[in-house]
C-alpha cells in the first residue's frame, strides 16, 4: 500500500534522507547546548551505520519491533535497533509519516510528536524542560506525548506501537491521487 | 525518474500510459509555506509537476531572513526543501517578481493550479507622532538587517544609546532582543552578516525593555524562546513580581502551554539569580539587563532637544477588559515617560495585494479562502501567512500547508481541476518573461551562490557569509 508512493518518490527520499542523517549527526556532536537525543551520544551513532546494516537485516539481537500508526491511521511496523531514537527508525526506514522531524532531531519544532499508552509513556526516560517547551507547541498535545527524536528505542520496547496524533489538515478526507495501489 | 520499467509503481504506470497530461502546478514564494506546499503535492501526486517562484534570486524566504542566526537548528527545514527543489518534477525559478514581471492570470494560463505562498512582506505600524524619527525602526527592517535580506542592508541603527526599547511581546520582540545582548562570541558562529556583527560590536545598548499593551497572560511569545533570553549569559531579566501577582491560580486550569509559560516568567521575577546579587555586592559593573514591561500602550515617540532623533517614549498606562486571549487594554488616563534611543516596533507582519486579478481582504491582511482555496476563483490557492495571517511556527506554516495542498488533490482528482488542456508551464513564463528582459535564476544557480557564501564564511569559522547585494549574487552566476 504506502509501498507505490515509496517507489515513486525513491529517488526524492533517497537524497532528502542521505542529508537529514548527516546533520542530524553533525548537529550531535557540534551543537550540545541544544539537547540532541541523548542516544546519539551514548551510541556513538554514525551517519553511514544505518545504511550500511540496511532495515531489512534482522540477525542482531539488538533488534526491537516498532509501530507507528500514522495519519491515515496505517500500521506501520519496522524492526528498529536498539539505541536509535523513533525519529531515526522512521528516516532510516522511510516510513511513511508526512513532515516527520522537520529540524532533524534539534529540539527545535515538534513535528516529530508521537502518542504513546499510558504504560510505556510511564516507563520512558524523564522529560526535559526543552522537550516540553516543544510539545507545547505540538498538534494534538496529549498527557502521554513525548517526541521521537528524544526518545531512544530500548530492549523493552520490542512490539511498541506509537501513534502519530492528527492535526486539523489530518480531519479532512485523505485522498491520495497518486497512491491508485492502496488497497 | 528511475523505475520506468517493470518494476515502475502502480501509479507511475498509470500517469506514463494515462492520456491526461501531467497536471502543471505554481507556486509563488519560496519560503517554508511554498516549499512545504510543493513538498506535499509532489509526495502524493505521483505525476503533477511543481514550478516555484520566487522575487528574491535566493530561496527560503523567511528561513533565511526571518529565523533568527542563533537558531541554526530551525534552518535545518533547508535540507528537506533542498530535496524537494532537485527532485525531477520540481522547478525553482528566483529573481522573477509575481505581479510585476508575469501577473496571475499570466500564470493561471500557463499551469492548471497556482498557489499564492508569497507571506507577509510589510509590517503593521504604531500610527503615532515620532514614528519616523531616526533611531525608530520596525523590527521587520532590523531583522532584515541582521540576516542580511538585500532590501534592508544598509539600514545601519543607530546603536550609541544604553536603552532600547522593543514595543511588542512576540517571539520576533525576543529574537530582537537576544541579538541585543548576546555576547559576541556567540553571535561570531552564526550566519549573521559581518557588517551587523560589526555594528553590535560597537553597540552601547545594555537594557532592552518589552513593552505590551496587555498583561502576561496576552504574551504571544513562546516558552522556548522566554526560556532561552532567562538563560542567555551576562544578561539579567528584571521582571516585576508585582505584575504576576495572584496569576498563580489564574493559569492553574489553564491549557498547558499558557501555564508552563506564565509559571517560567513567576518563577523568574521571583528569582534572585545568585551570582548577580555576588557580582552587585562586590560592586562589579552592572550587566546587561532586560525586562518585561505589561500594560503600556504606546502613544508618542518622543524627539531629542534638537529634534533630531528618539530620546524616549510617552506610554499610557491601560487596564484589561475581559480576561484571555480575546482581553482588550483600555488607556486609564495615567501616562508614563521612558528614557530610550533605540524603538523598535514588533507589532506584527503583514501582507500585501499581490495583483489585482486576486481578491485580497485588507482588514485582516489575507487572501480570502477556504482550505486554501481563493474565494470565487478556480484554480487559485493560498498557504501560509497570506492565508491565515502572520503568526504561528514552522509546525502551523507546514500543517497549513499540508492543508491547501490537500485542497489542490482533491480539486485535482475530483476533476475540479480540468487537467485535460495541455498547459505549457514555464514554456509559457519564460516567453513571457524574455520579452520584459527578466532573466530567472534556477535552482543550480542558488547553489553556486550558497557554496560562495559557505566559502566565504569558512575563513570566519561561520556556516555562511551571507551576499546582501542582489547584483552580486547574480554576478557569482554570470547573469
Redesign the interface.
Known amino acids: 500500500m504506502a509501498h507505490s508512493i515509496l517507489g515513486l518518490l525513491r529517488p526524492l527520499r533517497r537524497g532528502l534522507n542521505g542529508s537529514k542523517i548527516r546533520l542530524i549527526f553533525l548537529c550531535g556532536v557540534t551543537e550540545q547546548h541544544h539537547s540532541p537525543a541523548k542516544c546519539w551520544s551514548e551510541r556513538g551513532f554514525s551517519s553511514t551505520q544505518g545504511f550500511q546494516d540496511g532495515p531489512e537485516e534482522s540477525s542482531s539481537k539488538d533488534q526491537v519491533t516498532v509501530h507507528f500508526i500514522n495519519r491515515d491511521g496505517e500500521r506501520l511496523t519496522t524492526t528498529a535497533k536498539e539505541g536509535e531514537s523513533l525519529l531515526e527508525v522512521v528516516v532510516n526506514h522511510n516510513l511513511a509519516i508526512d513532515g516527520f522531524g522537520a529540524c532533524e532531531g534539534t529540539l527545535a519544532c515538534s513535528t516529530c510528536h508521537l502518542i504513546f499508552d499510558k504504560d510505556t509513556f510511564q516507563k520512558l526516560d524523564a522529560i526535559s524542560d526543552e522537550e516540553l517547551d516543544m510539545l507545547d507547541l505540538a498538534y494534538g498535545l496529549t498527557d502521554t506525548s513525548r517526541l521521537g527524536c528524544q526518545v531512544c528505542v530500548k530492549k523493552w520496547m520490542d512490539g511498541l506501537t506509537v501513534r502519530v496524533p492528527m492535526d486539523v489538515s489530518d480531519m479532512r478526507k485523505q485522498l491520495e491521487v497518486g497512491k491508485q495501489s492502496k488497497q | ?3 520506468a520499467g517493470g ?6 504506470r ?2 506514463l500510459s494515462s492520456p491526461a497530461p501531467a497536471p502543471r502546478v505554481c507556486v509563488v514564494g519560496s519560503g517554508p509555506a511554498g516549499f ?1 506546499t510543493a513538498q ?1 503535492i ?7 509537476l511543481v514550478d516555484i517562484y520566487e522575487k528574491l534570486p535566493v530561496p527560503f524566504g523567511l528561513v533565511r531572513f526571518g529565523v533568527a542566526p542563533d ?4 534552518k ?2 533547508i ?2 526543501f ?3 527543489a ?3 518534477r520540481c522547478a525553482y525559478y528566483g529573481n522573477v517578481t509575481v505581479g510585476r514581471d508575469v501577473t496571475v492570470p499570466e500564470l493561471q494560463q500557463a499551469y492548471h493550479a497556482v498557489v499564492l505562498s508569497y507571506g507577509a512582506e510589510d509590517n503593521r505600524v504604531l500610527g503615532i507622532p515620532g514614528e519616523n524619527l531616526p533611531g525608530v525602526y520596525t523590527a521587520r527592517a532590523f531583522v532584515g538587517w541582521y540576516n542580511g535580506l538585500p532590501e534592508n542592508r544598509d539600514l545601519k541603527p543607530d546603536l550609541s544609546c544604553e536603552t532600547a526599547l522593543i514595543l511588542g511581546h512576540g517571539n520576533v520582540a525576543l529574537d530582537i532582543a537576544r541579538i541585543l545582548l548576546s555576547p559576541l562570541q556567540l553571535l561570531r558562529k552564526t550566519d549573521i552578516t559581518d557588517s551587523s556583527l560589526a555594528a553590535l560590536a560597537c553597540s552601547k545598548v545594555k537594557r532592552v525593555w518589552l513593552v505590551g499593551r496587555r498583561g502576561p497572560l496576552q504574551v504571544a511569545f ?3 524562546e522566554l ?1 532561552e533570553m532567562i538563560n542567555l549569559p551576562g544578561a539579567r531579566p528584571v521582571l516585576d513580581p508585582a505584575d504576576f501577582t495572584g496569576l498563580e491560580s489564574a493559569v492553574r486550569d489553564a491549557p ?2 499558557r501555564k ?2 506564565t509559571e517560567l516568567m513567576i518563577k523568574t521575577a521571583l528569582e534572585k539569580p545568585v551570582e548577580m546579587q555576588a557580582a552587585a555586592a562586590a560592586g562589579a559593573a552592572a550587566p546587561r539587563e532586560w525586562g518585561l514591561k505589561f500594560q503600556r500602550s504606546p502613544q508618542e515617540v518622543l524627539p531629542s532637544a534638537d529634534g533630531r532623533r528618539a530620546r524616549g517614549i510617552r506610554m499610557a498606562l491601560t487596564c484589561l477588559e475581559g480576561s484571555g486571549d480575546s482581553a482588550k487594554a483600555v488607556p486609564t488616563g495615567a501616562v508614563e515617560e521612558l528614557e530610550c534611543g533605540l524603538v523598535l516596533s514588533s507589532i506584527g507582519y503583514r501582507s500585501l495585494p499581490l495583483d489585482p486579478a486576486v481578491p485580497f481582504d485588507s482588514q485582516h491582511g489575507v487572501i480570502p479562502n477556504s ?1 486554501g482555496r481563493v474565494q470565487g476563483v478556480p484554480g487559485l490557492y493560498c498557504s501560509g501567512w497570506v492565508k491565515r495571517g502572520p503568526t504561528g ?3 502551523t506554516t ?3 500547508s ?2 491547501t495542498a ?1 485542497s489542490v ?2 480539486d ?2 475530483g476533476g475540479v481541476l480540468d487537467t485535460s488542456p495541455p498547459r505549457e508551464g514555464f514554456g509559457l513564463v519564460e516567453s513571457i518573461l524574455r520579452s520584459r528582459g527578466v532573466r530567472p535564476v534556477s535552482f543550480s544557480d542558488w547553489e553556486k551562490i550558497d557554496a560562495a557564501e559557505v566559502a566565504r564564511g569558512k575563513a570566519a569559522g561561520k556556516p555562511r557569509e551571507k551576499i546582501v547585494d542582489p547584483v552580486e549574487m547574480l554576478q557569482i552566476i554570470g547573469h
Open positions: 525518474m528511475a523505475g518494476r515502475a509503481p502502480l501509479g507511475l498509470r500517469w512545504y506535499h509532489l509526495k502524493h501526486h505521483g505525476g503533477a537558531h541554526p537548528e530551525v535545518n527545514v535540507n528537506t533542498t530535496q524537494t532537485r527532485s525531477e513562546t516558552i522556548k526560556r498547558r502551554p508552563r509559560l482550505s511556527v514552522i509546525i507546514m500543517n497549513d499540508f492543508d490537500q488533490l482533491e485535482l482528482q
